[in-house]
């Protein structure tokens, strides 16, 4: 990266799995500005990581508060402004859908698909489409969840197959109500139907309350996380569900969380699941790791590497919270073109105590065996009240390489869009 302003590092040492990591912080920031700021009438509370269209437009959803949940649309105009404009509102008693969780996808025709975490007709959430159409926008709900044992409250976004067919989470429902993974298969008219691939049982050794999208290989395996549950006391898991014959999936666990001492490898992981060109696995725990954070610790950047049919976890990060760190990442990581990582933490940083919601964005930069983190910016700023707090989503770049989120929170408690330039 360049253009970056003169680094101070610091070095901090943590031993894992008879392992010794070395974390190295650099205080450093990238320059940050609020691109929107939103209100009523686009909608509070954004979350989920947006995404472009080929205009440079970008799309999301609001949906942290009760109020106002919309499918929104961000598109940039001279001298740097951006103009919003809402896509889809859910609506109380209309039936499709409420609290957004997730960010959105695209399809090859430019329909976007998403999640809700309430609403529908049986009040449990549902999957949803908004089409671009001659006369505009319009939403068509895919999929009611809070049927039978089909799985309720979807969080996270979802991911397509090569097929067309579409991959999601819940986080309650299914057979053991601990959550299921599904699948929704586009047929005839329009018209999709689910089937649930794994229910989880939280039985002491399975997952329980995934969130999160799912990242799937070239293979149409699928991988994921549960933020509780596992063989050591609830700590979470990493997954794998693999095609068979005659639309059967195996179910495989990859890695259990707590499994050092003082869960050092981390714990709950909410944010999801993202590859490496290798095939190595790349994701953050809420909590665990080295420092304390308020009344638990901080959470952790991991990494699990394939081996022989068994994957091994290595701890990138450990956040340290207080002034130098964020803690509480929650939101899917991205990698640019030389590898290295970028994301988000809810909490933390230089303007913020360890019981207020700030966070920070932050880079991972790999060198010899090692990662050193850089803080591209810390929010709640005091100096400019409007730059944002908490964000509820991770990152993307622009074709310049500058990363654009949401923060749900500004001094106003209506959430803001904003732009970092490293």
Not at 237 to 255: D, K, M, R
Not at 368 to 390: C, I, M, P, Y
Request: net charge negative.
């Amino acid at each position: 990266m360049h253009g970056k302003t003169p680094r101070i590092v610091l070095a901090a040492s943590l031993a894992v799995a008879f392992g010794l990591l070395c974390a190295t912080y650099v205080f450093a920031s990238g320059t940050e500005k609020v691109i929107f700021r939103f209100y009523k009438r686009i909608g509070y509370g954004p979350v989920g990581t947006l995404i472009f269209d080929a205009s440079g437009n970008l799309y999301g959803v609001t949906g942290e508060y009760d109020t106002t949940n919309s499918v929104y649309e961000l598109s940039p105009g001279a001298n740097g402004t951006w103009t919003g404009k809402v896509l889809h509102y859910f609506k109380f008693g209309h039936n499709d859908g409420l609290t957004p969780t997730g960010g959105l996808i695209f399809d090859a025709a430019g329909n976007l698909y998403g999640t809700t975490w309430d609403g529908g007709s049986h009040g449990q959430g549902v999957a949803f489409e908004v089409v671009h159409g001659a006369s505009g926008w319009s939403e068509h709900v895919l999929h009611n969840f809070g049927h039978r044992q089909d799985g309720a409250a979807p969080s996270g976004g979802l991911i397509f197959d090569k097929a067309g067919n579409l991959y999601g989470v819940t986080a309650n429902g299914g057979a053991y109500s601990s959550g299921t993974v599904f699948q929704l298969s586009p047929g005839a008219n329009n018209t999709w139907t689910e089937s649930v691939l794994y229910s989880f049982q939280d039985n002491g050794v399975d997952g329980r309350g995934p969130e999160g999208s799912l990242a799937i290989d070239a293979a149409g395996n699928l991988y994921g996380t549960t933020q509780t549950g596992g063989a050591n006391g609830g700590g979470g898991i990493v997954f794998e569900l693999s095609p068979g014959a005659n639309g059967t999936w195996t179910y495989n666990v990859l890695y259990n969380f707590c499994s050092t001492s003082k869960c050092a490898d981390g714990g709950s992981p909410e944010g999801g699941l993202i590859f490496d060109a290798a095939g190595n696995l790349y994701g953050a725990t809420l909590v665990g790791g080295a420092s304390q954070c308020g009344n638990d610790t901080c959470g952790v950047v991991f990494e699990l590497t394939p081996s022989g049919g068994t994957w091994t976890e290595t701890v990138l990060h450990s956040f340290a919270g207080g002034l130098k760190d964020g803690f509480e990442p929650n939101a899917p990581l991205i990698f640019d073109s030389a590898g290295n990582l970028y994301g988000t933490t809810m909490k933390g940083g230089q303007y913020c105590s360890y019981y207020y919601d700030c966070g920070v964005a932050f880079e991972l930069s790999p060198s010899g065996g090692a990662w050193t983190e850089t803080v591209l910016h810390n929010f709640s700023d005091s100096r400019k009240q409007e730059d944002g707090a908490r964000p509820l989503g991770g990152l993307i770049f622009d074709s310049a390489g500058n990363l654009y989120g949401v923060t749900s929170e500004v001094w106003n408690g209506s959430g803001a869009a904003y732009e970092i330039t490293p």
